[in-house]
């Protein structure tokens, strides 16, 4: 034994030597990757564009350096190593110094009528928002709607999607929820002290039988005493229950209705504009085929239906759904009554309507009466009779916006001011962007290329590729903003539109309604944030009530483009403007 003890000692001391840095190992590692993700963002703008370099080098023409622009651009926009606004102004560097485009015609796409379009439309909404129009609209609607718990979720949703159709969706969402939360606070309260009384009401007539008959014995009235406590603890269990289940429903349903309702007006959300940007910019001559009208009565009908099937599939999870319940005629509880006077005490709160209110309210009405009638379509609008079809939407969202500067009210002292700190200015250059690098694909010919490539997509149905094409979306815009989702993918489906003989709004129109479709995790957008962080949710929460959202989303999208978009748009025949992408 001896022979072999030195062989033993070592191979023990390797063991104990070995167990003893493992600690150390792991603490490296750790250390190590902490590091990496401290400065992932650093790592990421360095590493990429030298793990790019290749591209450019391998094949240099103007389609390989512009894919490595593109390409180097969706990581950025991806991964937000650098603030989303910064990386859209790559194109103003990387253009002229691949020789793709001079500095002059890149710099113009910056500054189109779409950008405008938007300007205009964010200072009426900021109008709207100063002077509390939007919270008076909202009171006013839940007023005439009331409180039924049944009709709750409908009043908020409708009124939610509503005030996004001209707001911001993260405004909407930001509004709605407090008063929401202080409705269900009092709606809940009420049947707690209605529960309260009836446990008194018990007791004193427990007391009375008790004193009625004396000769009963003891332990029985224990017991009764004991199962009736119970039962009320039970109920009270079952009361708190209802009413968070309610809530995560209401707070969803808010935020929901908030991305869905912006798709229903062309400045609701920003891919609505990006469409009409790209549109224009690789279809120069498709004769205006979106405006704000032709937008709307196409997208309003889709944005309706959607909200219902979205209510339904809410209060089904949440609420569960009684016809009867939820459609039957009854008179108001006190509780509802309750209810009905806190909304009412808060609209009273505004105060009756000031001069400055009632000013924006009437700009606002005229710049949608203008929006309407410039262009609708089945006539010819006032734009086409008084100056020949050269006034815009963007040229009424501007003269529209303008006279708010001409308010005469205190307003007007700080009206630039508040402009400038609430207007996202890096919206706008995010719209500059795409438009850049729709204008660097078509110019550089790889948006041509990118169409040959997907030609042998003809064999499949296109309702089949429409589909596609919006779950991949819906699945991407989760993880990336809307806007950029939107920017990345509009000029790719215009060459495969054109490359396979579609028309070019058949899959554009669809990928840009689901990129509006960010319902399962928190971060996919700022109303499921806000929600997130205002409701007692759960991210399991919000995946379960989601990811049934999106396929509801894509189904009707593609039910709305097969059947109604069909007839508005002509979208079952090749239209001769969109041969202007295929020339080299």
Request: net charge negative; proline share 5%; aromatic share 10%.
């Amino acid at each position: 034994m001896l022979l072999f003890y030195p062989v033993f000692t070592v191979r023990d001391s390797a063991i104990a030597s070995h167990t003893s840095c493992a600690p150390w190992i792991m603490a490296g590692c750790c250390t190590f990757l902490n590091i990496l993700w401290k400065y992932r963002n650093y790592i990421i703008v360095v590493l990429t564009p030298l793990l790019l370099l290749p591209l450019p080098l391998l094949i240099p023409t103007p389609e390989g350096k512009c894919g490595f622009a593109i390409i180097l651009m969706a990581l950025y926009w991806c991964t937000e190593c650098i603030p989303l606004a910064v990386t859209a102004l790559l194109p103003v560097i990387l253009f002229p110094m691949l020789q793709i485009m001079e500095s002059d015609e890149v710099c113009i796409q910056y500054l189109k009528d779409s950008n405008m379009l938007f300007f205009g439309g964010l200072v009426v909404a900021i109008a709207v928002e100063q002077w509390n129009l939007h919270k008076r609209i909202a009171l006013q609607v839940l007023l005439v709607i009331g409180v039924k718990p049944s009709f709750l979720m409908v009043g908020f949703m409708s009124t939610t999607a509503f005030l996004s159709m001209w707001i911001s969706n993260s405004a909407a969402t930001a509004m709605m929820l407090p008063i929401a939360k202080a409705v269900l606070d009092q709606l809940s309260d009420t049947e707690a002290r209605a529960e309260e009384k009836e446990w008194e009401m018990m007791v004193v007539s427990d007391g009375e039988e008790n004193s009625a008959f004396q000769m009963e014995d003891d332990k029985t009235d224990t017991d009764n005493c004991c199962a009736k406590r119970a039962e009320a603890e039970q109920r009270r269990a079952n009361r708190e229950q209802k009413y968070s289940r309610l809530s995560k429903g209401m707070s969803l349903g808010i935020c929901y209705s908030a991305s869905i309702g912006g798709t229903a007006t062309l400045t609701g959300t920003t891919p609505n504009v990006i469409l009409k940007g790209q549109i224009d910019e690789l279809f120069p001559d498709n004769g205006g085929i979106i405006n704000f009208a032709s937008w709307f009565g196409f997208s309003f009908p889709n944005m309706v239906l959607m909200l219902v099937l979205s209510w339904l599939w809410l209060q089904i999870l949440f609420v569960g759904f009684n016809l009867k319940e939820s459609f039957g005629c009854c008179t108001k509880s006190q509780g509802q009554k309750e209810d009905y006077q806190v909304i009412k005490h808060e609209y009273k709160k505004l105060g009756p309507i000031r001069f400055a209110e009632a000013c924006v309210l009437l700009i606002f009405t005229l710049l949608v009466l203008l929006w309407f009638t410039r262009d609708p379509g089945f006539i010819p609008g006032w734009a086409t009779v008084l100056f020949n079809q050269y006034v815009t939407d963007g040229t009424v969202a501007i003269l529209m916006s303008s006279l708010f500067f001409c308010i005469p009210s205190s307003f007007i002292s700080e009206n630039w001011s508040i402009v400038h700190q609430k207007l996202p200015w890096n919206t706008l250059l995010l719209l500059g962007g795409g438009f850049a690098l729709a204008h660097g694909s078509d110019k550089s010919g790889l948006s041509a290329w990118l169409g040959d490539t997907l030609i042998p997509l003809q064999n499949i149905p296109p309702f089949a590729i429409s589909i596609l094409l919006c779950l991949l979306v819906a699945l991407f815009t989760e993880c990336s903003s809307n806007t950029a989702t939107t920017t990345l993918f509009l000029p790719i489906l215009a060459s495969m539109a054109v490359a396979i003989k579609i028309h070019p709004m058949y899959v554009m129109i669809p990928c840009t309604f689901a990129s509006n479709l960010a319902f399962m995790l928190p971060v996919a957008t700022p109303p499921n944030a806000i929600a997130f962080s205002f409701g007692n949710l759960k991210v399991v929460d919000m995946v379960k009530a989601g990811s049934m959202l999106n396929i509801i989303g894509v189904v009707t999208i593609n039910l709305a483009i097969n059947t109604w978009g069909v007839a508005m748009f002509h979208l079952n025949t090749f239209p001769e403007w969109a041969n202007v992408t295929v020339k080299p």
